[in-house]
């Protein structure tokens, strides 16, 4: 029989990690080596055993995620957004030395998303670009990674500049080239984004909305499993699903 997948769990304690402790524990192929939340101190321990990791914490704790991760030699899948410089430069150090999977969201649903919205920018050259997303009242980043990683696609299209603005006052007349970002927070909404195109006579609109957590977690499980048997570097989930 073969040995089951050995899993730390980072960020054990939020919503991410007992939906994907939910998952390991009905699946005999995987199994929780170990776990970490903010406010305990033994990070080194959770990795001790594991052979991948998995983190859902908060974009200033990447940074010490990363370099523990580093310094273990497990393979990290990451799903924490609003990273900070210092988990950024940890991550880029990581990818030297293990394979690391970051990614913004871990649904398939999104990344066909994506590529729908990448083909409808190249084609659709006249039309204004707004992206939408709303989340749960307790989401700290705004927008959310998965909006930037739609308008990161959209400006690859379109060479458009993918910065967030704000339109707060009298004179925020739309600007040509721009991509807008609406942001909504409340309640318990999982995740929900749209991308509108905007033309003079019609408008397009592309959309996805999660309704069960597992969704993610899912996806990092699938994400970790194939993340094992790679060589040190940086992936996303648009690799996995190119290799599978």
Same mark, same amino acid.
């Given at each position: 029989m073969t040995a089951a997948l050995r899993i730390a769990l980072?960020?054990?304690?939020?919503?991410?990690?007992q939906a994907l402790e939910a998952l390991i524990d009905a699946d005999p192929e995987l199994a929780v080596?170990?776990?970490?939340?903010?406010?305990?101190?033994?990070?080194?321990?959770?990795?001790?055993?594991?052979?991948?990791?998995?983190?859902?914490?908060?974009?200033? $704790?990447?940074?010490d995620v990363a370099t523990s991760a580093m310094h273990a030699g497990v393979p990290l899948?990451?799903? $924490?957004?609003?990273?900070?410089?210092?988990?950024?430069?940890?991550?880029?150090?990581?990818?030297?030395?293990i394979p690391v999977l970051q990614d913004g969201?871990?649904?398939?649903?999104?990344?066909?998303?994506?590529?729908?919205?990448?083909?409808?920018?190249?084609?659709?050259t006249g039309y204004d670009i707004e992206i939408s997303e709303t989340h749960h009242r307790d989401k700290r980043d705004a927008p959310s990674g998965t909006?930037?990683?739609?308008?990161?696609?959209?400006?690859?299209?379109r060479a458009l500049d993918a910065t967030p603005k704000a339109r707060i006052g009298a004179d925020q007349a739309r600007?040509?080239?721009?991509?807008?970002y609406a942001v909504t927070r409340g309640g318990a909404v999982i995740g929900e984004h749209s991308v509108a195109f905007?033309?003079?006579?019609?408008?397009?609109?592309?959309?996805?909305?999660a309704s069960d957590r597992r969704l993610f977690a899912a996806g990092?499980?699938?994400?970790?499993?194939?993340?094992?048997?790679?060589?040190?570097?940086l992936y996303s989930m648009a690799a996995l699903f190119a290799a599978t």
């Open positions: 980072l960020g054990a304690s939020g919503r991410m990690g080596s170990g776990s970490w939340s903010r406010d305990a101190t033994a990070l080194a321990g959770a990795l001790a055993d594991a052979d991948v990791a998995i983190d859902f914490t908060d974009g200033e $704790t990447v940074a899948v990451t799903g $924490t957004t609003g990273l900070t410089a210092g988990a950024e430069d940890a991550l880029t150090r990581a990818v030297q030395h969201n871990m649904s398939l649903g999104i990344h066909v998303m994506t590529f729908l919205v990448q083909q409808a920018a190249a084609r659709l909006a930037l990683k739609l308008g990161a696609a959209i400006s690859a299209a600007g040509d080239g721009e991509i807008g905007l033309g003079d006579h019609d408008r397009l609109e592309i959309r996805h909305a990092a499980l699938a994400a970790a499993r194939w993340l094992v048997n790679q060589p040190a570097g």
